[in-house]
């Protein structure tokens, strides 16, 4: 069995811990947020563990980090510690605002998640550079542009602030967005070819792009699935499995 590859530890054994991390005020009213934490059992003696913040999905109308709560316990199982995170749900808050607004306010947020954690480095022994932000649907929107928009979106970064992106069916992001020294990607998407149509060409175009700056990725496109399909009890451990030998790689290299 080998960590961060293979289930290492008993699903029994993992211990969640909630905790707000950011509150605060904007133009549509206070927020509070939290994040679950979940980490192998205290009996683990690791101390430099890769950790990944993962965003659910749900248009930024809608959802919770309830909803990645079986994907935060897959790779706890391999040794990480994991992270859901809930976000400003900007277009449920206030729906005339554009998806553009809320992206951008479910980015400064998951900001502020992978800061609270790495703030915290040495309590939830992780290794502060070892971060992988992943998400679904509106989660995945959230992970690339924390990933791939670092540069150009408020609070001003020097560097991408993640070191791996997981991208589940979903990314509104454009290939010149990408440039050379971003986080590799790794990719699952839907046989329905969500939300492109067929041959996914604008997603196809941003994997051109990875290869003509030299970013690695992952690619994988899962047969006879639709878009919800990321939320099934069933396939979850097959695409956390899928996506697990290039985090391994990536997230430790």
């Not at 997603?203 to 992952?218: C, K, N, Q, T, W």
Request: charged share 20%.
């Amino acid at each position: 069995m080998t960590r961060y590859l293979d289930r290492i530890f008993p699903a029994a054994s993992i211990i969640k811990k909630t905790k707000e991390y950011r509150t605060g005020e904007d133009t549509y009213g206070a927020y509070a947020l939290s994040l679950d934490v979940y980490t192998p059992p205290d009996t683990d003696t690791e101390t430099d563990r890769p950790w990944v913040v993962w965003l659910h999905g749900g248009s930024f109308e809608e959802g919770s980090k309830n909803g990645m709560s079986l994907y935060c316990k897959e790779y706890a199982r391999r040794g990480y510690v994991a992270v859901s995170a809930d976000y400003r749900l900007q277009q449920g808050r206030h729906p005339g605002s554009p998806p553009g607004e809320a992206a951008a306010a479910a980015q400064e947020d998951t900001l502020a998640a992978v800061e609270w954690v790495r703030a915290r480095a040495g309590q939830l022994k992780v290794d502060s550079g070892r971060a992988i932000v992943g998400g679904f649907s509106a989660g995945a929107v959230t992970a690339a542009w924390c990933a791939y928009k670092w540069d150009q979106t408020p609070p001003a970064l020097s560097a991408p602030p993640i070191k791996v992106a997981v991208l589940m069916d979903g990314s509104m992001i454009q290939p010149v967005d990408i440039i050379a020294g971003d986080p590799p990607m790794g990719s699952v998407r839907s046989a329905t070819e969500w939300p492109d149509g067929p041959g996914n060409p604008h997603f196809m175009s941003l994997l051109a792009r990875l290869d003509e700056v030299g970013i690695p990725y992952y690619d994988w496109q899962m047969p006879d699935t639709v878009h919800t399909d990321f939320l099934d009890v069933a396939r979850i451990p097959e695409i956390c499995a899928s996506l697990a030998p290039f985090l391994r790689t990536h997230v430790l290299a």
